[in-house]
């Protein structure tokens, strides 16, 4: 099946510093990824749908400039956590579609999932 | 909105028994996917089945399979002949298709236990 890796895998970062965690595709191309944060023993909830080529789209209640998110390319989105705080942490997963027209078959690949810790 | 149900927080099952776990939707779409999703302790989600709304045969991916029932709203996954590596999370999930609502919405999940 379909690859997606996320990098890092885990990270510990100080209070105030931003965070950059990466999504890549490794063997398609995907216009449209998603991020997700899932809370210790709770569910994923969406984040934001990243678009390549356009601005990503957030879900209610998410703050656009804590969590900055870009789609440079076909196979790679990033989200950045702009000046971390300990309410951060969490565990950050993404996730794929291939094809290049968005949600049309149901195959969603996600990536390993990175813990963000922040001090 | 749309909202994903999963009533049964944990579950556990005897080793080469049967489990079934109950899912409701809600949704006024016409046209959508639901799946299981699997999530063990590497947290990495794995699918297990993917049913598409306007198919009424219900998906069958070895001993995994699922009723599903478009009227009341319900996507139940039955697991026959249990296994050690079937303990997981298992997350029910709604996709809707097409243009600017592309999404997957996940349910609380429910902990599956398989005792030996």
């Known amino acids: 099946g379909a690859v997606v890796s996320q990098h890092p895998s885990w990270v510990i970062c100080k209070s105030g510093t931003s965070v950059k965690i990466e999504c890549r595709s490794l063997?398609?191309?995907?216009?449209?990824m998603f991020w997700y944060r899932q809370f210790p023993k709770q569910s994923l909830m969406l984040m934001a749908t990243?678009?390549?080529?356009?601005?990503?789209?957030?879900e209610q209640g998410v703050e656009k400039d804590k969590f900055l998110i870009n789609h440079a390319s076909l196979t790679l989105s990033t989200l950045t956590v702009t000046s971390a705080h300990p309410e951060d942490s969490s565990f950050y997963i993404c996730?794929?579609?291939?094809?290049?027209?968005?949600?049309?078959?149901?195959?969603?690949?996600f990536g390993e999932g990175s813990r963000l810790t922040v001090l | 909105a749309q909202t994903v149900t999963q009533s049964q927080p944990e579950m556990s099952v005897q080793e080469a028994e049967t489990v079934t776990l109950s899912c409701t939707y809600d949704?006024?779409?016409?046209?959508?996917?639901l799946f299981w999703y699997k999530q063990p302790p590497s947290r990495q989600m794995i699918l297990v089945i993917r049913?598409?709304?306007?198919?009424?045969q219900n998906a069958t991916e070895n001993r995994f399979s699922v009723n599903f029932q478009k009227a009341a709203k319900s996507f139940s996954l039955k697991i026959s002949d249990s296994q050690l590596g079937d303990a997981a999370m298992y997350f029910c999930?709604?996709?809707?298709?097409?243009?600017?609502?592309?999404?997957?919405?996940f349910g609380t999940g429910t902990l599956l236990a398989v005792q030996p």
């Open positions: 990243s678009n390549e080529g356009s601005k990503a789209t957030y």
């Open positions: 949704t006024s779409e016409s046209d959508y996917y």
């Open positions: 049913q598409e709304a306007y198919k009424q």
């Open positions: 999930a709604y996709g809707v298709y097409g243009g600017a609502t592309n999404k997957l919405i």
């Open positions: 063997d398609f191309q995907a216009t449209t």
């Open positions: 996730s794929a579609e291939p094809g290049l027209a968005g949600f049309n078959t149901g195959e969603l690949f």
